[in-house]
């Protein structure tokens, strides 16, 4: 109950093009969903993240979908462009987990992104 | 704002050495800081969470006497990694979570450790 499943594992998209990835939750007391970016050797930077009060959030060429009824959420990537070449985990938690949680991420298995010049 | 260093970036060390990381939030305080293990091309695992004054608490099947955590203050955290060995060998990163009512966790740019 506590996986997050993400899809796909490997992307190839063409410069100028949109990158999709999905991620499914099962545990509805989730409430908040991040998106984090990681380049080989380095650790993981937040993209862009969403609370389940709203269905779409966009900051500049990344958006995220969010579906409450369905567990589902998903990041578009607008414009992908080369520099975009990394792996993209989605990540899970509950904001107030209380006792020795502290708001422990679940992270989804990552999608290696490739933009083609 | 929101940087987390890590130190070593990357070290090397003998089997059954002890090999520390720090793991320092620069610019913010944290309440929460996570110690996270990722194996190539693999998610990221959390091992424990560690706060400020407390002892920390493990992740399922992580062994805490092997992986020591000390968080002293509000903006550092170390893993000491004891009697290491081959299968330790990982790459190792932190995240921090800045105090009051946020969510978001800022991680730093992590250590690899390999052991001979």
């Known amino acids: 109950q506590q996986q997050v499943k993400q899809s796909p594992q490997s992307l190839i998209v063409q410069k100028g093009g949109i990158s999709i990835i999905n991620c499914a939750y099962e545990n509805t007391a989730f409430d908040y969903f991040p998106w984090y970016q990681q380049f080989p050797g380095k650790g993981p930077a937040l993209l862009i993240a969403i609370r389940p009060d709203v269905s779409e959030k966009k900051e500049g060429r990344f958006t995220i979908s969010f579906n409450k009824s369905a567990k589902q959420f998903s990041l578009h990537i607008m414009d992908s462009q080369p520099g975009d070449s990394a792996t993209y985990f989605c990540?899970?938690?509950?904001?107030?987990?209380?006792?020795?949680?502290?708001?422990?991420?679940?992270f989804g298995q990552g999608t290696i992104l490739t933009v083609h010049p | 704002g929101a940087v987390v260093s890590q130190h070593p970036s990357w070290v090397i060390c003998k089997s059954g050495t002890s090999v520390k990381i720090e793991c320092r939030s620069l610019?913010?305080?944290?309440?929460?800081m996570f110690w996270y293990r990722q194996f190539p091309k693999q998610s990221l695992m959390l091992m424990a969470t560690?706060?400020?004054?407390?002892?920390?608490?493990?992740e399922q099947g992580v062994e805490k006497d092997k992986f020591l955590i000390n968080h002293a203050s509000l903006t550092l955290s170390t893993l000491t990694v004891t009697s290491a060995h081959p299968e330790d060998s990982s790459f190792y990163i932190c995240?921090?979570?800045?105090?009051?009512?946020?969510?978001?966790?800022?991680f730093g740019p992590g250590t690899r450790l390999t052991v001979l």
């Open positions: 990540a899970a938690s509950m904001i107030w987990a209380g006792g020795t949680s502290y708001g422990k991420l679940t």
């Open positions: 610019d913010f305080q944290a309440t929460t």
């Open positions: 560690s706060n400020e004054g407390s002892k920390a608490t493990y």
């Open positions: 995240s921090a979570r800045p105090q009051g009512p946020y969510n978001e966790q800022f």
